[in-house]
């Protein structure tokens, strides 16, 4: 079993930035594919990015060039630096994991999740 907890949200405004952490339990951090997702207010949760075993990175295109997804294995955590940020990018921003050497980008192929942190971006 792994837990998530993620942390960093809060309420910014327009161009600002923000950084996530996700710190997960358990021994075998390391060889889990990581991911981060997001749900505005009556909308269906998103892909934002991914991040596998290996370092190997995937974007969805309304994030390229701007979050950047890391982890550090020492520290059984993961994060989602959020730059420039938008109007748009306001919503609760999850934490997913799956035992995978693979690149999960979607939402059913992880199996573990955090409770959300809230990213409201403000004008």
């Known amino acids: 079993q792994v837990q998530l907890v993620e942390s960093g949200g809060g309420l910014v405004q327009v161009g600002d930035s923000l950084r996530l952490s996700c710190a997960a339990s358990?021994?075998?951090?390391?060889?889990?594919?990581m991911g981060w997702f997001r749900q505005a207010t009556g909308k269906e949760r998103d892909f934002v990015t991914a991040?596998?075993?290996?370092?190997?990175?995937y974007y969805a295109d309304s994030v390229k060039g701007r979050f950047t997804i890391s982890r550090d294995n020492s520290k059984n955590t993961v994060y989602l630096q959020m730059n420039s940020l938008k109007l748009g990018d306001t919503a609760v921003y999850f934490c997913a994991a799956r035992d995978t050497t693979n690149l999960p980008l979607s939402s059913d192929e992880y199996d573990y999740w955090g409770q959300g942190t809230q990213v409201t971006v403000s004008s």
């Open positions: 991040i596998s075993w290996s370092g190997g990175t």
């Open positions: 358990g021994r075998t951090f390391s060889s889990y594919g």
